[in-house]
């Protein structure tokens, strides 16, 4: 091989060599693909519009979304829908799912919300609704293999019945659904705070400013809670620089509320509120956060020293009427409504009336009409008060019907109730009048016999 041969084969080698790198670069550019560029963008409430269909986020209930700290609230059956300028292909959905590259997330300490997604024919118009299955608080991410259901008519697929997505894509692809017009988040509970949505290239991110954050802030309420004394809060552990309002409430259980005009940083408990349990709201405020809100643990139920009885609320039996009609919702209920026996009361024997007590009390008078005689003042316990109906008390009525009258000291509450007396019976059971009658004849012998001894010591 001469020195000519031998060049031009290193030449021919060399743009072999250099062919081969330059399409295997090719090949890694092709393989490679450019990184995707994912958009930011914020959403708050004001964002939203109401106008359903139009392009842009939109809502059929503004009123059922509230801006929160880092996130956006959607009450229970709302939802908020974006609807795309220009619609996506449905084979992005399947690329997108396969590279779980869609998810969504809501607070942890609030109910999931579900993503939606409307695909349509946009040949003929038609258009059906897809809605995950499942979704958890937190962050979902949807697989290939998660479950959805289709609310609408497509052949293959049951109506309103779950299946998995990929079953359910191919289904839409053969009636021609190829286009995603719109996306959007239902909340299927109660009220979802969500927070992020990812999606088609966009990190969206929803609601107000996020929160101060709360580790080591402590809302504490001292003082007893008792009509008269006085409750104060104090706080520690938030941010340097937070400014803070207060707002006292009450809670009864199964309801509650504010109190008026209670907003400083103590409390003076009132009448009103006996029974119920007190707390205070702390909210913080600082530049660059949610006005953020911690309240305080509820305070014991609320009591009430006892006062001395009040006057009977009327002077006598002509204006009891009037009165109960105007305040014992309930009117005057049946004898043994009070825990007492049906029929006439033995006056020579102790009784207990029993009532169920719902007035904010800690004690009520106890008042016996015709002539109001005050019965006593007892103790509320446990929604219920024991009325001890003494003989010394029974024995001051006359015998036929009257009414108890039961008032709240705090609440003024008015309960009534039918009290059926028969006077004179001992508490063996035996009529008094019995063993005086008894007496009287035993006293009348005894003297006619007197009289008739002396008759025959005279005789003799």
Avoid: C
Avoid at 275 to 295: H, I, M, W, Y
């Amino acid at each position: 091989m001469n020195h000519t041969t031998l060049s031009a084969r290193l030449r021919r080698g060399a743009a072999l060599g250099l062919g081969v790198v330059l399409l295997s670069g090719a090949t890694l550019a092709v393989a490679a693909p450019a990184q995707a560029v994912v958009v930011s963008t914020h959403v708050a409430k004001a964002d939203i519009g109401s106008e359903v269909g139009a392009t842009g986020w939109q809502t059929y209930a503004p009123d059922n979304l509230q801006d929160v700290g880092g996130a956006l609230s959607i009450a229970y059956g709302g939802s908020i829908t974006n609807t795309l300028e220009t619609p996506e292909p449905l084979s992005s959905v399947s690329d997108a799912v396969a590279e779980s590259l869609i998810s969504w997330t809501t607070s942890e300490d609030t109910t999931p919300s579900a993503l939606e997604l409307t695909v349509q024919n946009s040949e003929l118009g038609e258009s059906t609704t897809l809605r995950y299955v499942g979704a958890v608080s937190g962050t979902n991410t949807p697989g290939l293999d998660s479950s959805w259901i289709v609310w609408g008519d497509v052949p293959g697929l049951a109506f309103g019945e779950p299946a998995t997505l990929e079953t359910i894509l191919p289904a839409l692809e053969t009636a021609g659904m190829t286009d995603v017009s719109a996306y959007g988040i239902y909340s299927e509970i109660s009220a979802s705070y969500l927070s992020t949505l990812d999606i088609f290239g966009t990190a969206f991110t929803f609601g107000g400013p996020p929160s101060l954050p709360l580790d080591g802030v402590s809302v504490t309420v001292t003082g007893s809670p008792v009509v008269g004394q006085t409750l104060s809060v104090t706080t520690a552990g938030w941010p340097a620089g937070t400014e803070l309002s207060y707002e006292w409430f009450w809670n009864g259980g199964m309801m509650g509320g504010g109190i008026e005009g209670a907003s400083g940083t103590s409390y003076t408990v009132t009448g009103d509120l006996v029974s119920r349990f007190l707390g205070v709201l702390v909210t913080g405020t600082a530049e660059g956060f949610s006005p953020t809100t911690l309240n305080s643990e509820l305070t014991a139920a609320v009591t009430a020293t006892e006062q001395p009885a009040a006057a009977a609320p009327v002077a006598d039996s002509s204006g009891l009427d009037a009165f109960l009609a105007a305040s014992a919702p309930a009117g005057v209920q049946a004898q043994d409504a009070a825990g007492l026996p049906a029929g006439s009361l033995n006056a020579g024997t102790n009784h207990t009336a029993s009532i169920v007590w719902d007035g904010a009390d800690s004690f009520v008078d106890v008042y016996a009409y015709s002539s109001p005689v005050l019965v006593g003042t007892f103790a509320v316990v446990d929604g219920a008060v024991h009325i001890e109906l003494s003989t010394g008390l029974l024995t001051q009525l006359s015998a036929g019907d009257h009414t108890m009258v039961v008032v709240g000291q705090s609440s003024k509450a008015v309960q009534a109730y039918a009290l059926n007396v028969t006077a004179g019976l001992a508490e063996s059971g035996v009529e008094t009048t019995l063993p005086l009658g008894a007496a009287s004849l035993m006293l009348l012998l005894g003297a006619a016999l007197l009289v008739a001894r002396r008759r025959r010591s005279a005789q003799l």
